[in-house]
């Protein structure tokens, strides 16, 4: 395949990152290192309980304190809301989960503002709580919303237009049902409410220059969600947003609404810049969790493994909110179908709040959440079947030519790619065939250490999801300026968007350089999510150097008497195509006090999804019940690889950001009696260390994929998707026990195995 | 004991980047107040903000920074236990004024060996300790000497290779 593949000057070759030296020197501007003049520090007073009405609240005290210049609370907090319908207030008379914010102080200094929020008087008048979905939408159950009924979030919000997706509801199920040889049935939860936790905490500086312009300062991964996204619930000012380095977001950061509320009210009533950044324990215990997940369903399946009927009820819980709720579940909707080619669907949904910490945007996008809960029952159905999944998959997974609901609830066709040569290649890879050794059944025992292998496939055909515009300018001194609204969080997709650019126009890659991240200086771009940086960005930016290529050709052809089209740019100078001896440098074809700008913009276009397929080895040790993550193979094709040693971290990040050890061993740990999270610390919240690596390999086909010009398409997104599924599967089969719990604590295993009793 | 010592003495001495620092003690606003912790002083009061505060409780090992060659968690120094030691921070590696980067810094970044890149000061000063007690580490022992740093992005591999290789090249 490789040697059919077009060679290019940048495109696939390992290129330094453009930020590398300010990263390694220390230079990178984080949020907590920008400082504002006369800036105030800002601090939340948080609930002790996990649904409050708060009856009186004496500020005085806090109000004396030297150094203090602002307290607000719900009585004197701007009217702005947030959440889908808008319902969630800056501060509200009421709490609905531990952590949830009573009172905002900013002050001189963070020690004074947090001494102050201690000499804060809240009476509250404790309600009872409710943390599971089933028993939230009783109508007995203690109610967080006037606005919703038994708890029910609306899901007719349109979030993604008319049609927006909200269920998958096709063909006849009762039929499709009658058509199958085997079905699995169940109800299953993904409801460890994982942390992304992004090293870096979110923070946000908010400044007004006036009672309508407002300038933010934030850690996003997405530097224009904080404008557009804000404007409508906050009455229409003027935005201006920056985004600084942003030390990891995984989703979370897109759009940090509450800190932004909690900087901006405070700004607004100091006269001053105030900088909120949340501390560790807020960022676990009052920030952006998983949604909760559980799936109470039924998948028919032929013998050969043809899908003929899925139906089910998806309980989505929020936590107390969750503003991107409706979204994920329309993704959610979206991958399902792309996993499962089948002709008959049931499956509603339902969005309930419930009094724990808020659920947020995290990587997988509710697809994750969805599968992640489904897939028990599908292995259920599998394991009657007694079909490899890899075979499954492979059959299943959507084709060029089949179709889905996308989230718009527009039927879009698949024109991409059969990943049937990326699965087999994992597969290969990984030993499959010489590891699976049928359901429940351990690829190999030795004493008390069993060892089983699994798989889980993903795919989103979000990677063109909405709208991207884009500048690029041809200076005079032969430097190009890319000018769209992209932040840096990690993937380097500021970088791989350069070096895009320096491939169209031919020019040395170090001349090419991008705007910062500021709404202010750059068109429109809806930012890094659903692993839209290489399509959809792509494309603007493509377009957009392309359109500033044939404008300064143009101007070139009058000095060479011929047309555009015979001629091209080289290293910075205009030629004859061919012949670069006859080259004149921009600075001649235009002035030096000139610059040439071309414009481009991406439509969106669901109709490429992108693809995953993970294999784990796990080995079980049936005496601790300990599992340990021995190996793992990822294989996906993205079309043409854009920078190696970025899409690897890409792929590598499966093990991070709640993704496969939610699995394993990451979880927050509600206390149901009393509604705190027992964990919001990174000691007690279990991560992956160095030492804990298993054997990673990632094999990358590079097919070409109809998208622009380099055949290229993101996939950073589902990283995390088919781990926590996939790594089930091979506890189970490790221990011949059916596991379908998350996460696979030993405790669990040890359950499954007898050797401990059951609850 | 130490509290009382350093409340008759009310001044500290100490070395950041080979420069030499005498900082008042006290709790006044230009004096450096005894409950600052060293990542706090490094970053607010000597303006070095490549030492990044990822939890400020010592499990992550972002604020990782050098004390006499030793690797420490600068959240849980106090900068008032810091009197005669010299610490050495990222902006201290290489030799800035001459743009020469130290070899951990190059292979940094000639395998990406990172992905936001908050992680990586606090991961580059652990890996400078490691170095600078054993030169010829194995992965396992690159493995041992950073797993108490946190890296959401996963870019251990990368950073493995990293490490490993300048290894070779300081070697």
Known sequence: MTTMKTQYRYIGKPTPRNDALEIVTGKAEFIDDVKRPAMLYGKVLRSPYPHANILEIDTTKAEALPGVKAVLTHKNVPGWKTGIPRHVRVLDRKVRFVGDAVALVAAETEEIAAEALGLIKVEYEKLPAVYDVEQAIQPDAPQLYDEFPRNLVPLDVKVFGPK????????DVEKGFGEADFIGEGTYAYENFANPLPLEPPGVIAEWEGPEKLTVWSATQSASWHRFIMLSKMGFPDIRTISTHCGGSFGSKNYSAQPLFYAAALAKASGRAVKVRYTKEEQFGAFALRLGSRFRGKVGIKKDGTVTAVSGEWFVDTGAFSDMAQAQIAVGCGE????????NWDLRTRLVCTNRNASGIVRGFGGQELESAFHPILSIAMEQAELDPVEFFKKNYVKPGEGYYWRDGNWWVCRGKDYSNAIMEGAKAFQWKEKWKGWLTPTAVQGTKRIGVGVGVHGNADVGEDESEAYVRLNPDATATIHACVSESGMGQRSSLCKMVAEVLQLPLERVSMTPPDSLINPFDFGLVGSRGTFAIGSAVIAAAE?????????????????PDELESMDGKVCVKGKPGTGIPWNRVTSLTQTCTGFGRFKPDYSVPNFLI?????????????????NVVSATDVGQVIDPLSLEGQLYGALGAAGMDTALFEESVLDRRQGHLLNINMMDYKWRTFSELPRFRNVILETGIPTHRYKALGVGEIATSPGPSAVLMAASNAVGKRLCDYPVTPERVLKALGKIKKE | MRSKRIRKREKINLTVNGHAYELDVGRQAHQLDPAHTLAKTLRETLGLTGTKIGCDRGSCGSCTVLMDGKAILSCTTLTVECDGKSITTIEGLGDPQKGILDPLQQAFIDHTAFQCGFCTPGMIMGAKALLGQNRSPDEGQVKEALSGHYCRCISHYHVLRAVLEAAKRIR
């Open chain 1, 614 to 630: 993970l294999f784990v080895e796990v080995e079980v040790d049936t005496e601790t019940g300990q599992v340990v993550l021995l």
């Open chain 1, 547 to 563: 359109d500033a290529r044939q404008k300064l050709l143009a101007l070139a052809a009058p000095l060479f008497h011929s047309e």
């Open chain 1, 164 to 171: 927006s997706l909200s269920k998958v509801v096709m063909g």
């Open chain 1, 336 to 343: 399902a179908q792309l996993m499962l080619r089948c002709l």
